[in-house]
């Protein structure tokens, strides 16, 4: 083994001879760093020498810098730490063509190789991602091109979906971690993160994420009682559990790093939501918006019928009303732009509906301030199609106004009450005109989404608001199929998404049960309640369920007196 006695010039002489041809000496030597029983000692000295030799290493050693990231540093020893870090500083100092595949091996090492069995080892993995943070941090600040590059290698790294849970957890709270000290770069790791996030979404749907609960009742109720040979193959419902799972702990991450970005506290946290009285950092809080809204717009908003991770938006809002102001003001710019496509103004519309029916934060002012944008821009649009020979009922036509009438329909039903006790509010309900847009000749009642348009029938009828329940009639007697390129079921209804539908991930549900409003049962008359048609009310949910799909005593209820 070549010796090379803490001297420099040793190390020196054998890059030179290297370069005459003779390469035995350094090949020893790269042998000797390669050596996994190498002790610590060994392996400081040799970084120590290799690092004042830095300039040697240029590109015709590649080989040589490959060995070295295979070096296992972080997380043993003080000495080690320091002596690797400075060396690697020095070298993509020296030559940046090496920072490629510094930043590549040192992104690989947020991927767990198994997951922690006790805490002896977690805390082993959390001194090895300080120890990588720590050494991308100093390449951060010494190399300008370092963070476009990281980026790239985040993307790339990304583990598959096939990937166990706990190697999607550690490599994303590792990514959030880079955007302490790189927060230019947090809208593209919040799009790359929250764009997986939506893929997996886009797989479990909420009657998947139902019937696997009810699957998981039943093996409950039956454990004992059938003795079952065990099956190691996975089925389709146990990849939707898993996948659940995973989706549930990635909310979770989220939800916490969103509340501590923009809450600071100087107390010990004791639970997810004990800060929430702590003080807001409102710069931080309108940053994170800022960033978070452009992930939205780009990823969110434009996939259909997603359950749950549009939350995030609706949690970070209620942190200030002028953020719930911002978001619905951002929402309604897009519904009411004649450039935007039809889809994301539906589904805008969909998202403002949503987001007042649920919201408990959201203050009945501000509800009455959308229903006069919503209802003027519907009553402007009849004045411009009523009075046309092409004026009929066609959702591949006039999709965005049926959009917002379903979106008024459905807010409607949910906060009648504090509109009607607002000061002049039934007055002021009066003026929105509501008998002029169910009777329009473009029939958004007969477009609407049915259980939508029977409750607000209700509600508006016990309210002295308008009379629905001629033109429904109507309807029903001249229900004729209807082909549509919209977004539409089969016969030409407007699809029921409503994207902030009960929240069903159990163990990041904390974070929105607080600021989640259910749906009240609204006191009825005798004649309401005999209303087969108004099931809409029977249900603390909203029409974004499939009911079939929902047990509860309720509903046998009420399936037993509509068989009666």
């Not at 993509?92 to 690989?108: C, E, N």
């Not at 706990?166 to 994303?172: G, I, P, S």
């Amino acid at each position: 083994m070549t010796q090379l006695n803490n001297d420099p010039a040793c190390l020196d002489e054998l890059f030179r001879q290297h370069r005459q041809g003779s390469s035995r000496g350094l090949e020893e030597f790269t042998k000797q760093l390669c050596d996994v029983n190498a002790s610590i000692e060994v392996l400081v000295t040799n970084l120590s020498l290799l690092r004042q030799c830095v300039h040697h290493i240029d590109k015709d050693y590649e080989y040589l810098v490959k060995c070295l990231l295979k070096v296992c540093w972080a997380g043993r020893d003080d000495n080690l730490s320091t002596a690797y870090k400075s060396f690697i500083l020095h070298l993509v100092s020296a030559h940046s063509y090496f920072v490629q595949l510094v930043l590549a091996r040192m992104v690989t090492k947020f991927l767990p190789q198994c997951e922690a069995a006790n805490s002896s080892e977690l805390a082993l993995q959390e001194e090895i991602y300080r120890d990588v943070h720590s050494l991308l941090h100093g390449i951060i600040k010494m190399v300008p091109m370092a963070p476009s590059i990281l980026i790239k290698h985040v993307t790339t790294c990304y583990p598959h979906k096939s990937k166990a849970t706990h190697v999607h957890l550690c490599y994303v709270q590792n990514v959030l971690h880079l955007t302490l000290y790189l927060p230019n770069l947090r809208a593209k790791i919040l799009e790359l993160i929250i764009g997986k996030l939506v893929q997996i979404d886009a797989m479990v749907t909420r009657n998947d994420i139902l019937h696997s609960k009810q699957e998981a009742a039943c093996e409950d109720i039956t454990e004992g009682i059938f003795e079952m040979e065990p099956v190691n193959e996975p089925t389709p419902s146990t990849d939707i559990e898993n996948f659940s799972k995973r989706q549930d702990e990635l909310m979770y991450i989220l939800f916490m790093y969103i509340h501590d970005t923009c809450w600071e506290s100087t107390k010990p946290r004791v639970s997810p939501m004990a800060d929430q009285t702590g003080t807001l950092n409102w710069q931080a809080a309108q940053q994170l918006y800022h960033d978070l809204i452009v992930v939205f717009d780009r990823v969110i908003l434009p996939t259909h019928a997603l359950c749950h991770t549009q939350f995030l938006m609706f949690y970070l809002c209620s942190f200030k009303p002028a953020l719930c102001d911002v978001f619905i003001d951002f929402l309604w710019k897009r519904f009411q732009n004649p450039n935007t496509s039809a889809i994301i103004r539906q589904n805008s519309a969909a998202y403002v509906a949503s987001f007042l029916a649920r919201a408990t934060y959201v203050p009945a002012t501000t509800v009455k301030s959308a229903f006069d944008l919503f209802c003027g821009w519907m009553h402007r649009y009849i004045d411009s199609q009523d009075a046309s020979s092409h004026a009929y009922p066609d959702l591949s036509l006039y999709g965005t106004f049926y959009a917002a009438c379903q979106a008024v329909f459905y807010v409607f039903v949910f906060r009648c009450e504090e509109l009607v006790t607002l000061r002049k509010g039934h007055a002021w309900l009066r003026s929105l005109n509501f008998q002029r847009i169910v009777t329009c000749r473009l029939n958004p009642l007969r477009v609407c989404f049915p259980v939508v348009v029977t409750s607000f029938a209700s509600v508006t009828r016990s309210l002295q608001l308008a009379y629905c329940y001629t033109v429904i009639e109507h309807n029903n007697r001249n229900m004729i199929p209807i082909a549509t390129e919209s977004n539409a079921s089969p016969n030409g209804v407007l699809d029921s998404f409503f994207p902030f539908d009960p929240y069903m991930l159990e163990k990041s549900e904390r974070f929105i049960a607080p600021l989640y409003r259910e749906h009240q049962l609204r006191k009825t008359s005798p004649v309401e309640e005999n209303n087969d048609e108004d099931d809409f009310l029977h249900f603390s949910v909203s029409p974004g369920f499939n009911h079939s799909c929902i047990i509860s005593p309720a509903q046998d209820i009420c399936d037993m007196q509509m068989s009666i």
